[in-house]
């Protein structure tokens, strides 16, 4: 059995939610399929199977499946588009037969205005079967192609659709015969269809827009000169050319060149960074000014402008409950509204003396056309899609809507110390030694214990020494995770930790109260002296405290594995609830778990970090921040919501974001629902006309779809 598969496609010309969720549905049943989803808000198809051998047979059924649903619908392999230009430009190309579509509808309009002058200007009056021709022939011409697609998809089983609803109310129309009428609820239809595909693709290219930062090409330096090449084909260590006004395409390292870079597309930052050999540089950024020299370090599949695009592309997978209440809502909505028409039409007339059937009749086409969910099916995944696009403009990766609507139920939050709160950049700011002990002597014997650890504490300790480590005097190197090392160094045993290593080695150290991480050392099993580390609390971790207080967030709590009185020092600085300090990774997990029964309600724990050993503690959490910049993979990997600047007041904004999408989510929701339902009792009490049944269905649209594209607005300016 060969490995499994996943790709993805796109979908040009997907205009309709419903059947987005059809091909969805029957798709994802095919034998060999362990899943599809659809995204409608960027036309996108996603296809896993389950073996990579059945691959060509999965393929075909799908396309098969796609034909008989949209026949419009052009299917494309994602991964063969050139680029994400090619995919838009080909995805704004009209098929042949819209244009027809198009021709059809001014034809029926035509006639149609020429049958109303005939009604209204009486010495030109037709005879019955010519009027009822005139009417006929323009309903035809602008509602043919629907009433055909509804017969298909009757023959199919699927018939609860916008073709049906529109197809039966309209035919009544007739068979009453209200021929204009009839003729106008297609024509109104169209024309409403056709706004609200224009909206729809409004929405599309400005989501679009947001993320619009791949890069198109790099200019490779070779020994024959510059080459053009896909970034795709550089390699780490190659070195590429960025002239001013380009984007730089991959991850890398400035060799020469000094420039002011243009990052306000990944991180949200406005002002520009300025550059200069040796700086890092992030793909996606745009060179504002100088020639740059970019030696790269990442190839483009791990590029921060392919991880960004990857992250947002793929968040429409893991919907929101909203999102998913009213795909079920949708599904049992429209044949309920069908057969409360159908007794609508036909009990009143049986059961109330001298109530006519035409009567009730028309009351029941009312019912239907205004029936369709298209205003929820359509503007609520554009605006969950919208706000996180608008996050990412702002350097806020949210991985889905399920994680931005649980971001508006934020009650808890916890912060990690290092590399979140503070900057992660440690120096020795105090050395005391003990026992005769000099200061050099001391750091001479750390640095050599710390020598083969990566730990940012003892990196710092290393760079205070400042001079080579001779690697041949260190022996018996031990590692006691969350506490410290062992060693020995030349003829002398070492140890280097934290008081909790010393109380289990029965080595008595004095009481520390500096403001640091403190490292006791054990020279030949006698205290020695110790190293005080300090880390510097980044510029906005006040504010970041603050704004979530000021948006209502009950709780904030921080862990770390530092000490009691380092940890305590920070809360009271920056105004925390509570500190857990001296922690391994595993009791970070336990403490979450312990806050997760603390907290109210239906309210969500939120946890930031940064490090490997967070990566736990982000995935128990209901939704895990990330640092983006100086986080690790694994962190990232772990987390929910990633922020590209490190910048933790970037958290509030992100709620804020969340918050503001929900809003305009339940102001759609009720909008419709709300006009929808009083079109519908007044339908039923013979009030309401076939022209405000159309506005319930397609002017709801229009206008949800409209407010869903506030969202990115918002984002943007947020």
């Known amino acids: 059995m060969e490995a499994a598969l996943k790709r993805e496609y796109i979908l040009d010309h997907l205009c309709c939610p419903k059947c987005a969720a059809k091909i969805e549905k029957h798709i994802g049943a095919l034998e060999g399929v362990s899943r599809a989803l659809v995204d409608f808000s960027v036309q996108k198809l996603t296809i896993e199977a389950k073996d990579s051998g059945l691959w060509d047979e999965i393929m075909a059924e799908a396309g098969g499946i796609i034909k008989r649903l949209e026949p419009d619908i052009e299917l494309r392999d994602a991964a063969l588009l050139p680029n994400r230009e090619a995919a838009k430009d080909a995805g704004d190309s009209l098929p042949a037969k819209l244009w027809i579509r198009r021709l059809g509808l001014a034809l029926g309009m035509a006639l149609f205005a020429a049958g109303l002058v005939f009604d209204y200007v009486p010495s030109i009056a037709l005879p019955p079967f010519m009027r009822l021709a005139l009417f006929l022939a323009s309903y035809l011409l602008v509602g043919g192609e629907a009433l055909i697609k509804a017969a298909k998809n009757i023959t199919k089983g699927e018939i609860f659709d916008e073709n049906f609803l529109m197809g039966i109310a309209t035919i009544g129309a007739f068979v009453i015969g209200e021929y204009p009428e009839g003729a106008a609820v297609m024509i109104f239809y169209q024309i409403g269809e056709a706004f609200q595909d224009y909206a729809v693709g409004r929405s599309r290219k400005s989501i679009a827009a947001l993320m619009d930062i791949r890069p198109d090409y790099a200019n490779l330096k070779t020994a024959a000169g510059l080459e053009r090449v896909s970034p795709e084909t550089v390699r780490v260590g190659d070195r590429i050319v960025v002239k001013p006004g380009e984007k730089i395409p991959l991850d890398g390292v400035v060799a020469e060149g000094f420039s002011a870079l243009d990052a306000s597309a990944l991180t949200g930052e406005s002002l520009p960074r300025d550059v200069e050999p040796g700086s890092e540089v992030l793909s996606g950024s745009i060179n504002k000014s100088g020639l740059l020299v970019i030696e790269v370090s990442k190839v483009f599949g791990e590029s921060t402008v392919s991880k960004i695009l990857n992250l947002v592309q793929n968040a429409g997978s893991k919907k929101s409950v909203t999102e998913n209440f009213i795909t079920k809502f949708a599904r049992y909505y429209t044949p309920a509204v069908v057969f409360s028409a159908l007794a609508l039409a036909v009990l009143p007339p049986l059961l109330i003396p001298e109530a006519s059937f035409a009567e009730w009749i028309n009351r029941a086409l009312v019912f239907l056309v205004v029936s369709c969910p298209c205003a929820l099916v359509i503007s609520i995944p554009l605006s969950f899609f919208g706000g996180i696009g608008g996050a990412s403009r702002n350097g806020i990766l949210i991985k889905g809507s399920n994680y931005l609507e649980a971001l508006t139920r934020v009650n808890t939050l916890v912060f990690d110390q290092t590399g979140t709160l503070t900057r992660g950049v440690f120096s020795v700011s105090n050395i005391v030694p003990a026992g005769g002990f000099t200061e050099e002597k001391l750091l001479c014997y750390a640095a050599h214990a710390e020598a083969h650890s990566n730990h940012p504490i003892a990196l710092s300790i290393v760079k205070a020494w400042g001079r080579d480590i001779e690697a041949g005097t260190i022996g018996g190197y031990e590692e006691i995770a969350g506490k410290g090392v062992s060693v020995r160094v030349a003829e002398d045993a070492v140890l280097a930790g934290n008081a909790r290593l010393f109380a289990e ?206 969202v990115m607005k918002t984002a943007k300016a947020g």
């Not at 980044?538 to 970041?544: C, M, N, Q």
Request: proline letters at 3%; one cysteine or more.
């Open 505 to 710: 080695r029965n080595i008595p150290v004095p009481a520390a109260e500096d403001p640091g991480t403190v490292v006791f050392l054990a020279v030949n099993g006698a205290y020695a002296g110790r190293l005080v580390i300090s880390d510097e609390l980044k510029a906005d971790s006040r504010k970041a405290v603050e704004d979530l207080r000021s948006i209502g967030v009950k709780r904030i709590a921080m862990l770390t594995g530092d000490s009691k009185a380092v940890g305590e020092g920070i809360a009271k600085q920056i105004g925390l609830d509570r500190v857990y300090a001296e922690l391994l990774p595993h009791q970070k997990v336990e403490c979450l778990e312990a806050l997760e029964q603390d907290k109210s309600g239906s309210g969500k724990l939120v946890f930031v970090g940064d490090g490997i050993n967070d990566a736990p503690a982000l995935a128990r959490s209901d939704v895990g921040i990330a640092m983006g910049g100086l986080g690790s993979d694994a962190a990232i990997e772990a987390a929910d919501v990633v922020l590209m600047t490190d910048e933790p007041s970037k958290i509030a904004d992100a709620i804020r974001i969340a918050r503001k999408t929900r809003s305009i989510v339940w102001q759609n929701i009720i909008f419709a629902l709300s006009v929808k339902g009083g079109i519908l009792v007044m339908g039923a009490l013979g009030i309401a006309t076939m022209w405000e049944a159309v506005f319930g269905d397609v002017g709801v649209a229009l206008i949800a779809v409209l407010n869903a594209m506030r």
